[in-house]
T-cell receptor
Framework: LAKTTQPISMDSYEGQEVNITCSHN???????ITWYQQFPSQGPRFIIQ???TKVTNEVASLFIPADRKSSTLSLPRVSLSDTAVYYC?????????????FGKGTKLSVIP | NAGVTQTPKFQVLKTGQSMTLQCAQD?????MYWYRQDPGMGLRLIYY???????DKGEVPNGYNVSRLNKREFSLRLESAAPSQTSVYFC??????????????FGPGTRLTVL
């Protein structure tokens, strides 16, 4: 399974755009990139997934360059409620996803 | 739909005691998982069940046993609790699809303290 590296923590002011980059140099051809969000005292929840180029949903955007060795989660105009830990996971679909690992994630603190 | 439910929410045990953490999902998912999360750490997979009737070890299975009682329920048992098992335990479920990543849905967690 591909190893991921992401910053331990980030601070941002309310209303700013936040970009969290994840490095995954040994990503395999059939691997997907998935991001989860975890609020304090809650379980993680899925926010976005992509394979290549750009994916956008109502919560975030995910940018993946052509070489797929990194990816960037973009949160537009963050608010205090976006304070959470964000996890980047890389792995194959189907049965290969059983042992995907959640690293320490990136703790995002949004400041008023 | 309640999603994934876990009981109990909190538990305090003494070293050597046993207990079972319960998990149930109402989304008709095939696969279920148990994770533990220690302070400042990510989630580590203890056991998973790919489908009803099967269970497999994850990254940190020692000291735990699991039972996939039916498609809905997946329990985690600590036979002889140790202080190192103090943690927050999360149960999750997913519907395995071949061609896309299988989003996992998590329960609210059980906060366990072993004295």
């Amino acid at each position: 399974l591909a190893k991921t590296t992401q910053p331990i923590s980030m601070d941002s002011y309310e209303g700013q755009e936040v970009n969290i980059t994840c490095s995954h140099n040994n990503i395999a051809t059939n691997d997907y990139i998935t991001w989860y969000q975890q609020f304090p005292s809650q379980g993680p929840r899925f926010i976005i997934q992509g394979y290549k180029t750009k994916v956008t949903n109502e919560v975030a955007s995910l940018f993946i360059p052509a070489d797929r060795k990194s990816s960037t989660l973009s949160l537009p105009r963050v608010s205090l409620s976006d304070t959470a830990v964000y996890y980047c996971l890389v792995g194959p679909p189907g049965a290969g996803s059983y042992q995907l690992t959640f690293g320490k994630g990136t703790k995002l603190s949004v400041i008023p | 739909n309640a999603g994934v439910t876990q009981t109990p929410k909190f538990q305090v045990l003494k070293t050597g005691q046993s207990m079972t953490l319960q998990c149930a999902q109402d989304m008709n998912h095939n696969s279920m998982y148990w994770y533990r999360q220690d302070p400042g750490m990510g989630l580590r997979l203890i056991y998973y069940s790919a489908s009803e009737g099967t269970t497999d070890k994850g990254e940190v299975p020692n000291g735990y046993n699991v039972s996939r009682l039916n498609k809905r329920e997946f329990s985690l048992r600590l036979e002889s609790a140790a202080p190192s098992q103090t943690s927050v335990y999360f149960c999750a479920s997913s519907d395995i699809r071949v061609l896309t990543y299988n989003e996992q849905f998590f329960g609210p967690g059980t906060r366990l303290t072993v004295l």
